[in-house]
C-alpha cells in the first residue's frame, strides 16, 4: 500500500541515484526533460507520457513514516519468533530495517550469517531443540538457490522453517542488472516440491493472513518448511492513511491422532504377541513422545529398535534393543513401526553387489503395523517416502498424538496371564540388554591408545567430561560408528536431535550452533562431534557462533577425508577389479591437510589442536568446556582414525 504515485516515483530517482553513486539531490525526469529544448515533444501523446509540470531545482527526498515493512513486523511479533537467522540482502532492506528499528530487535533477535545454508539449517537445528521456527529471511533467486539444500535437508527430516523470501516483483520497480537477476515472476517455485506450503501475498492485509496461516502449516505434523514472498514494494510502500490491517489470531491446529478402532486393533496384535517389536524413528517430537514410548515399552515389556531420526528410547533402558535390533526384528511376530522413515528396509535386507538380492528380516506371519504422519503428506518428485512397505494396519496419523490412546487400549487387554508373561519377557530383554552393552564396551576398547585416535576413544572421552553436566548433543553420530549412541546415556529429549534428514553435506556446524542457540537460554552445554569435509561446506557460520556468544563445544571427527565416499570409490575399484591404490584421489582433504584450529581462531573462536595423541585429549577437552561454560564456542581439532 503506497502513500502516492508520486511519492513511488521520487523514491526510485532517488534510490536509482544512491546506486550510481551521484549526488544526494536528484532531479525529477520531467525536469531533466524539460531542460532539453531541442527534443521535440510528440503532440496529441496519451496523458501519461505528458511532460510533467516543472519541479523544483532540488527534488524532494522522500521518506516514509509507516512502511508496509513496519505492519509485517507487527504480524511477525504475533508468532513469538525468538530469532531472525540472514544473511543480509536488498530484496528485504525494508524488513530487515524495520526488524531492528521499529521491532526493537527483539523477538526477533537478528543473527547474521555467512551464508544462506546456514541461515535455513541453523533454523533445523534450533527446531529440533525448541519445538518452534524460527524465522529465515533468504535473498531473491540466489539467496534462495544457496539456501535450497538445507530447506531440502529439513523438508526430508520433517522440520519446521519459516522462510520469508525477498523479491522484486514488479519489473518497473528493478533498478539495474542486479535486481532483474535476482528477482523472479513465482521465486518459490524452485523449492515448490520440498516446502509443505508457499503463497505470495499481494496486499498487506494478505500477508497478515498468509504469515499466520503459514506458521500453523509449518507446525501441523507432519512439519516441514514454509515459505512467504515478500515483494519490495509491499515492504517499502507507506501504508496508506486509514488502512484497515488487522492481524488473525493464531489457533494451532491439535495433531491428527489415529483412528479409535485401527488403534484397539494394533493395540490387540501387541497384547496377545509372543515377541512384539516396536521399531521407531521420529515419534519424540516433544518431552511426551518420550515419556509415551517409554511407558508403551514398558506396559508391554517389548523391545524398542530406535533408528534414532530423534531421541525417541534411552539408550541404557533395559528394553533398548537397537544394538541388536536385527535378531529382535528376526524373532519378532508382531512389529509397529511408530514414524518409522524406512519400513520396507527394516524387513529386508539387500544382499550382493552386481546382482542385488533382496530377502525378508522377518519370519514368514510376521504382522506389520504403521502408525506415522508422513501418510498425511507425500509430493512425487523428490523420492524421500522409501520404497513401499506392504503392512497389514497403517494409520496415516502422529504417532506421538496417539501413543495416549495406543497405550490406554493396550492396558484394557491386558489379563492377570498376559502380565505374567510379559514380566518373564522383559528379565529376559533386560540380561540380553546388558549383554549388548557389555559388548559395545568391550568393543570400544579395541585400539584405546592408537594414533590417529579412534572415534571410540574420542567419544569415550568426550562423555568422561560431561557426563555430569545437563548435556546436549546436536550432531549425527553415524559418521563416528555411531559410538556415543552406544556408549553415552541418552535419557532426555533434547540428548540428541538427529540427523541431517536429507543427508546434505553442510548441516553439521549450522544445525550444531541453531541448536546451541536454542540450548543457550536453558543453560545447556551443547556438544557437536563435526565432520571435517561437512565443515568445509559452511565455516563462516564460526563466526555467528563467535559473534552472537553462542556457547558450542565443537570436538572435530578429522579423519582428512570424505571418507563415505572414499568407501564408495573403493567398492567401485574392487568391484572393477583395478585394486584400490588410486582410490584416494578427489576424495582425501591432504596435501596440504587443513588446519581447524587456525580457521576456528581465524573466526573468533578459541581451539586447539590438531591433537593426535589419546593423551592430550581429555585435557584439551576439560580446557574447551570451561571456555564453553564462560558463554563462547570452543573446537578442538582432533585426529581421528576414519570410522
Request: proline fraction near 6%.
Amino acid at each position: 500500500m503506497r502513500k502516492s504515485k508520486k511519492d513511488s516515483v521520487n523514491r526510485r530517482d532517488f534510490l536509482r541515484a544512491a546506486a550510481a553513486g551521484t549526488a544526494a539531490l536528484v532531479v525529477h525526469p520531467a525536469v531533466a526533460k524539460a531542460a532539453s529544448p531541442e527534443q521535440p515533444r510528440a503532440t496529441g501523446a496519451p496523458p501519461l507520457l505528458k511532460a510533467q509540470p516543472d519541479a523544483p531545482a532540488g527534488a524532494e527526498v522522500v521518506t516514509v513514516d509507516r512502511p508496509g515493512s513496519d505492519f509485517m513486523v507487527d504480524v511477525l511479533k504475533t508468532l513469538n519468533f525468538e530469532y531472525l537467522c540472514a544473511n543480509p540482502g536488498n530484496s528485504f532492506r525494508s524488513l530487515h530495517e524495520s526488524l531492528i528499528n521499529y521491532g526493537g530487535n527483539r523477538t526477533p533477535e537478528f543473527i547474521t550469517c555467512c551464508h544462506e545454508e546456514s541461515s535455513v539449517a541453523m533454523g533445523h537445528g534450533y527446531a529440533k531443540i525448541e519445538g518452534k521456527p524460527l524465522l529465515v529471511c533468504v535473498h531473491g533467486t540466489v539467496g534462495l538457490q544457496h539456501a535450497s539444500m538445507a530447506i531440502y535437508d529439513a523438508f526430508c527430516d520433517r522440520v519446521p522453517v519459516y522462510i520469508v523470501l525477498g523479491n522484486f516483483g514488479d519489473a518497473a520497480e528493478r533498478f539495474g542488472q542486479v535486481d532483474w537477476t535476482h528477482s523472479a515472476q513465482d521465486p518459490a517455485a524452485m523449492i515448490r516440491d520440498y516446502v509443505k506450503w508457499d503463497d505470495r501475498p499481494v496486499s498487506l492485509q494478505g500477508f497478515s493472513e498468509s504469515a499466520v496461516r503459514a506458521y500453523k502449516i509449518a507446525t501441523t505434523p507432519p512439519m516441514m518448511p514454509v515459505a512467504l514472498v515478500a515483494d519490495h514494494e509491499l515492504q517499502e510502500y507507506a501504508i496508506s492513511d486509514g488502512a484497515n490491517l488487522s492481524v488473525p489470531k493464531l489457533t494451532m491446529t491439535s495433531p491428527p491422532v489415529g483412528d479409535s478402532g485401527a488403534v484397539a486393533e494394533i493395540a490387540r496384535l501387541l497384547v496377545a504377541a509372543e515377541n512384539p517389536v516396536l521399531v521407531t524413528d521420529r515419534v519424540a517430537r516433544t518431552p511426551a513422545g518420550l515419556a509415551g514410548l517409554i511407558e508403551l515399552a514398558e506396559t508391554l515389556q517389548a523391545p524398542v529398535v530406535d533408528r534414532n531420526g530423534r531421541m525417541n528410547f534411552p539408550t541404557r533402558h533395559p528394553l533398548n534393543h537397537t544394538e541388536r535390533g536385527g535378531a529382535a526384528i528376526a524373532n519378532a511376530d508382531v512389529i509397529a513401526g511408530l514414524e518409522l522413515t524406512d519400513f520396507w528396509s527394516t524387513v529386508n535386507s539387500v544382499g550382493g553387489q552386481l546382482n542385488p538380492v533382496v530377502r525378508p528380516s522377518t519370519k514368514p506371519g510376521t504382522k506389520l503395523v504403521s502408525i506415522t504422519a508422513n501418510e498425511l503428506y507425500m509430493k512425487s518428485n523428490y523420492q524421500d517416502f522409501q520404497r513401499y512397505a506392504a503392512v497389514d494396519i497403517a494409520i496415516a496419523a502422529d504417532a506421538e498424538a496417539t501413543l495416549p490412546s495406543l497405550i490406554e487400549a493396550v492396558k484394557r487387554q491386558i489379563t492377570d496371564d498376559r502380565k505374567r508373561t510379559f514380566q518373564d519377557r522383559g528379565a529376559k530383554l533386560a540380561t540380553a540388554h546388558q549383554q549388548a552393552m557389555q559388548a559395545q564396551r568391550e568393543t570400544a576398547a579395541s585400539g584405546w591408545d592408537a594414533t590417529p585416535i579412534s572415534t571410540a576413544r574420542m567419544s569415550s572421552e568426550i562423555w568422561a567430561q560431561i557426563k555430569d553436566e545437563d548435556w546436549s548433543l546436536v550432531s549425527n553420530c553415524q559418521f563416528v560408528s555411531r559410538w556415543p549412541l552406544r556408549l553415552w546415556d541418552f535419557n532426555k529429549h533434547y540428548h540428541y536431535i538427529g540427523g541431517e534428514g536429507g543427508y546434505g553435506v553442510g548441516y553439521g556446524l549450522p544445525a550444531a550452533v541453531g541448536a546451541a542457540l536454542a540450548n543457550r537460554k536453558h543453560g545447556r552445554l551443547t556438544v557437536n562431534i563435526q565432520n571435517d569435509g561437512d565443515l568445509m561446506f559452511a565455516p563462516g557460520v564460526l563466526w555467528t557462533a563467535a559473534h552472537h556468544r553462542i556457547p558450542l563445544l565443537i570436538v572435530m571427527h578429522n579423519n582428512r577425508a570424505y571418507h563415505q565416499e572414499l568407501m564408495q570409490v573403493q567398492m567401485m575399484a574392487d568391484r572393477h577389479n583395478r585394486g584400490i591404490t588410486n582410490a584416494s584421489i578427489g576424495s582425501v582433504l591432504v596435501d596440504p591437510p587443513i588446519d581447524y584450529s587456525k580457521l576456528a581462531q581465524g573466526m573468533g573462536v578459541h581451539a586447539e589442536g590438531p591433537i593426535s595423541d589419546p593423551d592430550d585429549l581429555a585435557p584439551a577437552i576439560r580446557r574447551a568446556i570451561a571456555i564453553v561454560k564462560g558463554g563462547d564456542p570452543a573446537l578442538i581439532d582432533v585426529l581421528t582414525q576414519p570410522r
